[in-house]
């Protein structure tokens, strides 16, 4: 403002273009407001008006844009559905998802490696109360892993286990009737076929479980579609432990170097396998430590390094040839009552190894006591404290191998050589 004038207005307007518009389509509105304007020696109070045009829209108009409206929400339905377009799709823009490194690596193992992981479904036959027809009830589920080419899947015993027929779906979701080749129920491993066509079977690869090391960084894939609903899911962690041991399941016989993982192992997520970061397999996911059944964020899987061995009996034999000494021995908590340290023989049938070797099983005399049997307390000079021991030392051996079985005999200890034989085939 002028350093002489002082000005209070308030002005209200519309745009230029408003203000020709026809008396007949607008309503005049006048606002006064008066204008003190000082000078020098003279005051004057000047009354000015102003007029304020608002549009009024006609019953034409307004009919005329209720038209235009349709016609444009109709256009662009039309283009929607010609153009087969996700109507909801249509209307977000696509930004492109920046990812990290690790995340990039992370998306493309998952991706790389999920049409080798399989769904698999323990069917039992059973006879129904009343009608008395024999139907097949799922009574399990679990996943595997696409081992070769030639149709053979890897999976956990204790998901086949009890099954009169088994199936297989693969990533695409073709199902295929499967066989049992062979399975180990010591260490928990089956291997299954299917006679699916080879383009559609994708191995994984095979890794090295023997330099693994504590801290590093591990995924578990499976495909729990029973338990939860869900398609192939991941889950990450760390190796956690190493050379752990944990029992069989079927037949409670100590497995070695089991790997420990705080990689989630969901029901259902039995049988698949644990990927290092680089995608391939260190080892089956086998079993979580949990009194509630849900994960605790412990998790044991089967190192690759044995089952790698055992899955190659099974296929090239059907069953494995693994040494024994043919006996049964007492559990660990008797032997420790009795206070003495190692493995009390309460059977060995003559035409075992041990019963051809000579080794006394325990039994009662004619006054009905107890006389106790050999207790072997070492072999191969490695010394033997309970049958986890004994188990572990056995598996170090071979088919036909002669060890040496030192026991305590009364109060004697005496040296018994053993010729090692397979098996028995339990299939």
């Known amino acids: 403002m002028a350093a002489n004038h002082s000005l209070f207005s308030t002005f209200y307007s519309t745009s230029p273009s408003s203000q020709t518009l026809p008396s007949?389509?607008?309503?005049?509105?006048?606002?006064?407001?008066?204008?003190?304007l000082h000078r020098p020696q003279t005051h004057h109070n000047i009354i000015c008006s102003h007029q304020l045009l608002v549009p009024q829209r006609s019953p034409v108009t307004k009919f005329l844009e209720s038209c235009l409206l349709f016609s444009?929400?109709?256009?662009?339905?039309?283009?929607?559905?010609?153009?087969?377009?996700?109507?909801?799709?249509?209307?977000?823009?696509?930004?492109?998802?920046?990812?990290?490194?690790?995340?990039?690596?992370?998306?493309?193992?998952?991706?790389?490696?999920?049409?080798?992981?399989?769904?698999?479904?323990?069917l039992a036959s059973?006879?129904?109360?009343?009608?008395?027809?024999?139907?097949?009830?799922?009574?399990?589920?679990?996943?595997?892993?696409?081992?070769?080419?030639?149709?053979h899947v890897v999976t956990n015993y204790h998901v086949i286990r009890g099954a009169s027929d088994l199936r297989v779906t693969l990533?695409?979701?073709?199902?295929?009737?499967?066989?049992?080749?062979?399975?180990?129920?010591?260490?928990?491993?089956?291997?299954?076929?299917?006679?699916?066509?080879?383009?559609?079977?994708?191995?994984?690869?095979?890794?090295?479980?023997?330099?693994?090391?504590?801290?590093?960084?591990?995924?578990?894939?499976?495909?729990?579609?029973?338990?939860?609903?869900?398609?192939?899911?991941?889950?990450?962690?760390?190796?956690?432990?190493?050379?752990?041991?944990?029992?069989?399941?079927?037949t409670g016989r100590p497995i070695q170097d089991v790997i420990q993982t705080d990689a989630a192992i969901n029901p259902g997520n039995s049988g698949g396998p644990l990927l290092d970061s680089?995608?391939?397999?260190?080892?089956i996911n086998t079993a979580i430590y949990s009194?509630?059944?849900?994960?605790?964020?412990?998790?044991?899987?089967i190192p690759v390094d044995t089952v790698g061995g055992i899955v190659d009996q099974l296929v090239r034999f059907g069953k494995v040839t693994r040494p024994i000494l043919g006996i049964k021995f007492a559990p660990d908590q008797s032997t420790e009552q009795l206070g003495v340290s190692g493995v009390l023989v309460l059977d060995a049938p003559p035409n075992g190894p041990a019963g051809k070797a000579g080794m006394l099983s325990t039994k009662r005399d004619n006054f009905g006591r107890l006389i106790l049997g050999d207790i072997i307390t070492s072999v191969n000079g490695k010394k033997v404290t309970n049958g986890s021991d004994l188990y572990r030392i056995l598996d170090q051996c071979k088919v036909g191998e002669?060890?040496?079985?030192?026991?305590?005999?009364?109060?004697?200890?005496?040296?018994?050589?053993?010729?090692?034989?397979?098996?028995?085939?339990?299939?």
């Open 126 to 151: 059973k006879q129904d109360a009343f009608t008395l027809d024999v139907l097949e009830v799922p009574q399990g589920s679990g996943s595997g892993f696409v081992w070769d080419r030639n149709g």
């Open 278 to 283: 680089s995608g391939n397999l260190i080892g």
């Open 72 to 122: 444009t929400s109709v256009a662009l339905s039309v283009s929607i559905f010609a153009t087969n377009v996700d109507p909801v799709a249509a209307f977000v823009v696509a930004t492109p998802r920046k990812l990290q490194t690790d995340e990039l690596a992370t998306v493309r193992l998952f991706q790389d490696n999920t049409p080798s992981v399989v769904y698999i479904t323990n």
């Open 24 to 36: 007949s389509s607008t309503k005049l509105l006048s606002i006064s407001k008066t204008i003190s």
């Open 171 to 250: 990533a695409d979701q073709t199902t295929y009737e499967a066989k049992v080749v062979g399975f180990d129920q010591d260490k928990d491993v089956a291997v299954l076929h299917i006679d699916a066509p080879q383009e559609k079977l994708r191995p994984i690869p095979i890794g090295v479980s023997a330099d693994l090391l504590v801290g590093q960084k591990v995924f578990a894939i499976g495909n729990p579609v029973s338990v939860f609903g869900l398609d192939h899911t991941l889950t990450t962690g760390v190796i956690s432990g190493l050379r752990r041991e944990i029992s069989s399941a079927a």
């Open 402 to 427: 002669t060890v040496t079985v030192e026991v305590l005999r009364g109060d004697h200890v005496q040296k018994i050589p053993v010729v090692l034989e397979p098996k028995p085939d339990e299939t």
């Open 291 to 301: 009194p509630s059944g849900a994960s605790s964020g412990v998790g044991f899987s």
